[in-house]
């Protein structure tokens, strides 16, 4: 499933992020410790991360060797802006995530420049590391720490026969940690980020299931001061997005709560948000789950 643009029009690129501080907000509790910080680089982690620095500038050279020039076996996966590559540092220790964005213009920028600059200021352990990227010529490049499991996508709905279903703890736990992951941008964080774009490929797994967010390309600077929402061209994905900010196009952080409603159903049903192979009434998972839980219910209360 892809992600959609609308209707309407959108700020500059990268404004949204360049606003944003890095400091947490002082009245919020303290951002939790970045247990990625704790050990050296070349030991393996809980999460699988690295230590924080600033991003890293890489050339299109040093990214084509890490990839074996982008070879078909080292794909890890395709999303809506681009490939997916595991590759490997000089040094060979270090083992990374590729992510070439398509050459289709301004939106493809834009998504690059907002990813750089969030990604670059917002740290926490439930946050995919952006390790650097590469802006040479027209090529866009991001380079992430490698998440070893993939995505909760690859788990709970495209898993290959061989693999086993996750089970109830590990779910409960993707659930968990990335509910932290939402609750640092939209509490924590100064000012507030909406990140726009909560779905289970979005969601990617380290040992254990350690769930950490990634694709920051859509997200957006919530509102502050007096302000409820921020206006804005209506992005995200089908299945996904909140009805009311489909509609408005006015954009809270309730609506990557509604969002993070419909992954928590997923991962107790199984069941796909949209599902066109599914009967008439149960293609749509929210939908389905009101008919039906409402059927449960006393008539008194409905
Ligand atoms: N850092 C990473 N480590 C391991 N696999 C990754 C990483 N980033 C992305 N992937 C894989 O590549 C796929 C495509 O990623 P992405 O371009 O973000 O598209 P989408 O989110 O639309 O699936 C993901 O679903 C995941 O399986
Ligand atoms: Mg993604």
């Known amino acids: 499933m892809s992600c959609f643009p609308c209707s309407g029009s959108s700020g500059k690129a990268g404004e949204d992020a360049a606003a944003l501080s890095p ?32 991003a890293k500038i890489f050339t299109f050279r040093e990214l084509a060797i890490a990839t074996k020039n982008f070879r078909k076996d080292c794909l890890l996966g395709e999303g ?46 439930n946050l995919v590391r952006l390790i650097g990227y590469c802006a040479d010529g027209d090529q866009r490049l991001l380079v992430y720490e490698y998440m070893l499991l993939g995505s909760l996508e690859n788990h709970l709905h495209d898993r ?77 994905t089908y299945g996904y997005c909140a009805p009311e900010y489909a509609m408005t196009g006015q954009l809270t952080v309730k609506s990557d709560v509604y969002s993070f409603g419909v992954v928590f159903l997923e991962l107790v049903t199984g069941r796909r948000a949209i599902d066109h192979t599914k009967p008439d009434g149960e293609s749509n998972l929210v939908a389905w789950v009101r008919s039906t839980a409402l059927s449960y219910l006393p008539s008194v209360l409905v």
Do not use: C
């Open 23 to 54: 400091s947490p907000r002082p009245s919020a509790a303290k951002p939790a410790p970045d247990r990625s910080n704790s050990r050296s680089s070349s030991s393996v982690r809980r999460g699988g991360s690295i230590p924080h620095g600033p």
């Open 160 to 236: 290959p026969p061989d693999r086993e279903p996750l089970d109830w703890n590990a779910r409960m736990r993707i659930a968990v940690g990335a509910a932290k992951g939402l609750e640092y941008l939209h509490d924590k964080a100064n000012p507030p980020v909406i990140y726009r774009d909560f779905k289970p490929s979005n969601i990617l797994l380290s040992e254990d299931y350690y769930p950490k967010l990634s694709d920051f390309g859509l997200a957006k600077l919530g509102p502050v001061g007096e302000n409820t929402h921020v206006s804005t061209r209506v992005m995200g």
């Open 80 to 125: 809506g802006f681009g490939r997916v590559y595991k590759g490997h540092m000089e040094n060979g220790q270090q083992v990374i995530a590729v992510k070439q964005l398509d050459r289709n213009g301004f939106q493809g920028n834009r998504e690059f420049l907002v990813e750089v600059l969030m990604l670059s200021l917002l740290h926490h352990p």
